[in-house]
């Protein structure tokens, strides 16, 4: 997102991110098999910053229950095994709110956090779940963790009939340093499919999972559930990357440690 101040994406801005996710122009394909396909765009030779497209086609998975999954945090804890932490820190608006999310980035990288806006719109039967980073003063960087930027993240989710959806993931992320070619080849190769078929894995037990875990319970559904407090945008800032620690992290060479299983 562009500009100083902090904005809630408008129409236009979900319609920009939707035909970014459809649009081949311009991106590398460097992955296909099993129905994903990954995408990679180099914005700058030399730099950390990298985008990548990931698309899935999802059987057995409606487009709603991809969508329920993607935003319920309850559920994230039980089937994300790459998350350290993640918790709502307000509400903006009925579509969109502030939260925090620390993952586990492959050994020896040290963790990374984020602080993002995320919004949300259903589209006719498709949907779109998107977010960028700011900044909020009482969740400062963490000594132990290093605070990345989501210049652009999203979800869009196209419904393939009653029984079946696709899936498309993008990110622009900088995540702070600079990273082995290993890492953002594994990214693209490994780590990005891998993501999406535990997404995929997840939707099939969702809702065993959710009938047991407030079945009725879906605020970005029903906004009047929300029990997150209103912040007002005025306590948010653009999270610049420039402002932020940068460590290099080039040389590391990888581990063995065994990956998670699939």
């Not at 509400?91 to 999310?101: C, F, H, S, W």
């Amino acid at each position: 997102m562009s500009g100083q101040t902090v904005t809630i994406p408008d129409d236009r801005a979900f319609a920009s991110f939707k035909a970014e996710c459809l649009c081949e122009e311009g991106w590398t394909m460097t992955y296909t098999k099993g129905g994903i396909t990954v995408w990679t765009q180099v914005l700058e030779e030399g730099k950390s910053v990298h985008k990548i497209k990931c698309c899935m086609v999802c059987k057995d998975v409606p487009a709603e229950t991809m969508y329920d999954v993607l935003h319920d945090i309850e559920y994230r804890r039980k089937w994300d095994s790459n998350v350290i932490e993640t918790f709502d820190i307000g509400k903006l608006t009925v579509n969109a709110d502030v939260g925090y999310y620390s993952w586990k980035c492959p050994k020896p990288l040290r963790n990374r956090d984020v602080i993002t806006l995320r919004s949300w719109l259903p589209i006719g039967k498709d949907y779109i779940i998107m977010n960028y980073s700011v900044k909020h003063a009482k969740y400062p960087p963490k000594k132990d963790m290093v605070r990345a930027v989501s210049l652009q993240t999203g979800y869009m989710i196209q419904s393939q009939g009653p029984t079946n959806c696709t899936l498309t993931y993008m990110a622009q992320v900088d995540p702070r340093g600079s990273l082995p070619k290993w890492v953002v080849n594994k990214s693209s190769h490994f780590l990005a499919p891998r993501a999406m078929k535990k997404i995929s894995k997840a939707c099939l037990k969702y809702a065993e999972w959710k009938q047991r875990h407030g079945p009725n319970f879906k605020p970005w559904l029903y906004p009047e559930q929300t029990t997150l407090a209103t912040i007002p945008l005025s306590e948010l800032s653009i999270q610049r990357a420039e402002s932020l620690e940068n460590i290099d992290e080039s040389s590391l060479a990888e581990t063995n440690d065994r990956e998670d299983s699939d």
